[in-house]
Each structure stands twice: as C-alpha cells, then as structure tokens.
C-alpha cells in the first residue's frame, strides 16, 4: 500500500497553524482608540469614587468658568430665593443679544438650557457680591473671588476655577453632599437634563438628548469663554447608565490662538471620551 508523501502531513500542519495564528490575531486585534483629548478630561464613578484623568498639569490649571459657572450660580439663586422656582418667568427687557434665543422671556429652566446671559446677569445683581462669595465659599468652588463687575466676574472676572474643583464640585452636587436643599438640588439637576432644545445640540450640531447607549442620560452644562489667546472651552456633567451606574465629568479644552472652532471642542472632545468609555 502507497505510504503519504512525507510533506504533505507537514504542509496540512503549517496550514493549520496558519489558520489559527490568523484567528488569534483577529481575536486579540484592538479596538480603535479614542481620539486624544486636546486639554482635560476628568471622569468619576461616584459609587467607588474612582477618577480617570488624562493630564494632570492641565486638570489642575485654574481657568474661567464661563457659562458652567451657571450651576452654582443657579443653586444660589434658588437657595436665596432671589428666583423662586425653575418655572418663574422673567421679562426680556428688549434688548437685542447675538443669541436669537435669548431675545425672549426666559425662565431658570429655559435659560440653563440656552445659556442665556442676561436672566443671570440680573439674578447676580440680586443676590450681590457678599452673598455670592459667601455661597462660592461653601460650595468650595474654585477660588471663591466675586470681586470686580457683579455681572461678569465668571467671564472676564477673576472668578477661576480648575477641572479637578470642577469635578469634586459635582461629585458633591451629585452625591447630595452640598449645603442646599433636596428640593433646590433636584430643580437644579433637572435643568441639566440634555435634549435637543439646548444650546449645545442647536449651536454645534450635536444631538445631546441621544438616543444613547443602553438609555443613558446625559446631564451637562457647555461654557465658552472667547480670548485673543485661545478659546476655553467646558463641558461638564453627569451619566446615568443602565443598572444604576453614575459618573460625573468635566472637559476642558483652551485652544491656540486663532478663529473660533464648531462644535466647541470641549464637548466634541467629552462626547468621544464618554463614548470611548462605553457610557454613551
């Protein structure tokens, strides 16, 4: 009887390992990775408290917190009852804002979602520097100084604050661990609910309502502060996942000089990250 050809046995293993080496490679091939965040990017479990960060130079630089400044300011504002409740409506005055959606009556609820300047700049004036400091103070917010424009001290002020202030500023405020009541801290957080009447998803064409992944809900607050040396840009918030999970973060991008960049990169950058994360 014919024996096999010695090489064939060895041609049929080679092929063999071919195979599965191939298969192997498949296997353990990586996932793309996520586009590098430009500035900070600061992410916490609150139920263990861990906390990824990616730079931790530039999550400890002290920066203007523009329009995110808007969370505190609305606790204050509530907790003072300087404003009443979310729904209480405020009487545009007339005058013409660069943001059409400002130019209308506004309420706490609609101008968190619109981040419209005026109602807050009229609600500082009422609740005045000593009371805001003292509050800032409290909240541990940054370096607390309300000094200067009543109306600005959170733009061109020197109000400052760093991502990781920022970040343990949320993770208290979304453990229930501020110094406010149940009842403002849940007004507060409903107004952070994203959905695609808010600025962000109509400025920067980003649907922050979702649909995300597994029925997340994502709350946050956009801030843009314009510089002749290079935008600062913000977005900060809370995940809600599927199974109960939570997670605060905070992005924060300050750009090189030049022309202004759509969407802000902060959120671009964030909605990545969280995306990356597997929590969107």
Same mark, same amino acid.
């Given at each position: ?11 049929? $293993? ?14 353990? =091939? ?18 263990? $408290?861990?906390?990824?960060?990616? *730079? ?43 943001? =059409? ?17 005026? @109602? ?44 990781? =202030? ?19 801290? =849940? ?7 994203? $959905? ?17 992944? *597994? $029925? ?14 290079? *935008? ?16 605060? @973060? ?31």
């Amino acid at each position: 009887m014919p024996q096999p050809h010695p090489f064939r046995h060895a041609r049929a $293993g080679l092929l063999a390992l071919a195979t599965l080496a191939s298969t192997l490679c498949t296997a353990a =091939e990586p996932k793309p990775a996520a586009p590098a965040h430009p500035g900070c990017f600061l992410l916490m479990d609150l139920a263990t $408290g861990t906390v990824t960060r990616n *730079d931790a130079a530039k999550c400890a630089k002290r920066l203007v917190p523009a329009s995110t400044f808007k969370v505190p300011h609305a606790l204050i504002a509530l907790e003072t009852g300087v404003v009443s409740s979310t729904d209480e409506v405020r009487k545009w005055d007339g005058t013409k804002h660069r943001v =059409e959606m400002w130019n209308q009556d506004q309420t706490l609820d609609t101008s968190m979602r619109r981040s419209a300047l005026w @109602f807050f700049q009229g609600t500082a004036k009422q609740i005045g520097k000593k009371r805001m400091e003292e509050w800032l103070k409290r909240f541990r917010y940054g370096n607390a100084d309300t000094s200067g424009d009543i109306t600005r001290f959170w733009l061109g002020g020197p109000l400052r604050v760093s991502p990781d =202030e920022q970040l343990a500023f949320l993770a208290r405020m979304y453990k229930g661990e501020l110094p406010v009541s149940p009842k403002t801290l =849940e007004a507060v957080k409903a107004t952070l609910v994203q $959905g695609p009447d808010t600025v962000a998803s109509i400025r920067d064409g980003i649907n922050m309502g979702g649909p995300w992944k *597994d $029925g997340a809900v994502l709350s946050a607050k956009t801030g843009t502060y314009p510089h002749a040396e290079g *935008d600062i840009t913000w977005l900060v918030g809370h995940v809600a996942s599927s199974g109960g999970r939570s997670h605060v @973060f905070v992005s924060a991008v300050q750009s090189p000089p030049g022309k202004s960049v759509a969407p802000q990169p902060a959120l671009a950058s964030a909605i990545e990250a969280l995306t990356a994360h597997g929590l969107l």
